[in-house]
């Protein structure tokens, strides 16, 4: 289950509507999707058609009360629900104020929530404060919607500290990519504030670029994504596009979960080479080396694979795409062939040495 937090200190970048049309399109996509409105405001909410006014518990009793998300949870359309917020939530601080554990509520809601959903999107409140870090807390990234003008990166460097605090000081690393939105095409000036974000996140932003669109603001005066009001619409299908490049990051996101899972799990450390999407993960802890390399018989000790150090520790990783088979492999350290030592399964070179093996299922 991929959990991802839509964030912005500054109100009026989009980012509301992001999550509900977001939420709708991976839906749209065969994925199910629950959206959590962690803003009091909740005008995501709102946006979805649901009358605050009727609504009898919500993600305040969750947090608060310890309900279960699946009891709070309302259909939106097939394979979307929501998680309903209203203005109690606004009291969640003071409620909490002084309370050991209060940063985790939101995570601790979603472990019992089970397997039930392949995406939980969480909508959070424009500001920075203690609901926005139990969304991060909660998440293992986060999408940072900024509009196309003067103060567009206004409040994203507070983000930043958040999620840098977040690593160093709980160990919780959050994935951050942003999304450019509210794209006017016929001003200079749009243009030249795209660039400027694509300079400073690189290759942390998403190719998709959210124009301005009337139908998406019509859409959400009607209570309605923009999936069920206009399907013609430039909207839409700039929606259904980010959609498609966040399910297409599904591999990507899998494979760094199992490194970083490898990292820090010391028995998978101690245990060579694992199974990850699109292939096998190899990886060696060798600080201070300038070149890693990767050969086996599955390239004929020759051609050797390079490895990248992806790592502070000097930990170097590739990943091999290898079929079912039996292999044996060393690394190659500024040019010193070694055995992987975190690897128990060896067998005889043909020199008087040890070669690592691998068995691919």
Request: charged share 25%; with cysteine.
């Amino acid at each position: 289950m991929r959990t991802i937090a839509i964030a912005n200190q500054k109100g009026g970048c989009g980012k509301t509507t992001t999550a509900i049309n977001l939420s709708a399109c991976l839906a749209l996509r065969s994925r199910r999707v629950l959206l959590i409105d962690l803003d009091p405001q909740g005008h995501a909410t709102a946006g979805v058609g649901i009358d605050v006014d009727r609504i009898e518990h919500s993600i305040y009793d969750v947090l608060l009360e310890g309900y279960p998300l699946a009891e709070i949870r309302q259909r939106v359309e097939p394979g979307f629900d929501i998680a309903p917020s209203t203005i109690l939530l606004s009291a969640f601080e003071q409620k909490l104020a002084g309370q050991y554990g209060r940063e985790n509520r939101l995570k601790e809601a979603l472990h019992k929530l089970g397997g039930d959903y392949d995406y939980v999107l969480v909508d959070c409140p424009p500001s920075i404060g203690l609901l926005t870090f139990n969304a991060l807390r909660a998440c293992n990234e986060v999408i940072v919607p900024i509009e196309s003008g003067f103060f567009s990166l206004w409040g994203v460097g507070w983000l930043l500290d958040m999620i840098e605090l977040l690593r160093d000081e709980l160990g919780h690393d959050v994935r951050l990519k942003v999304l450019c939105t509210m794209f006017d095409g016929r001003s200079r000036f749009s243009s030249e504030i795209v660039d400027d974000v694509r300079r400073h996140f690189r290759h942390s932003t998403f190719s998709t670029i959210i124009h301005m669109n009337v139908k998406l603001r019509e859409a959400s005066s009607y209570g309605l994504p923009i999936t069920e009001y206009d399907r013609r619409s430039r909207g839409y299908r700039e929606y259904l596009e980010l959609a498609r490049e966040v399910i297409a990051e599904e591999d990507e996101v899998k494979i760094e979960e199992a490194v970083q899972t490898s990292l820090s799990d010391p028995v998978k450390e101690d245990y060579g080479p694992i199974k990850v999407p699109g292939g096998v993960l190899f990886k060696i802890k060798a600080p201070g080396a300038s070149k890693v390399e990767l050969v086996g018989d599955f390239n004929l000790w020759q051609d050797p694979i390079e490895l990248n150090d992806d790592d502070e520790d000097g930990i170097w990783i590739t990943i091999a795409k290898l079929d079912p088979g039996t292999y044996q492999y060393k690394f190659i350290v500024d040019g010193e062939w070694k055995p992987d030592p975190s690897n128990p399964m060896d067998a005889d070179d043909a020199h008087g040495g040890r070669n690592s093996v691998v068995i691919v299922e």
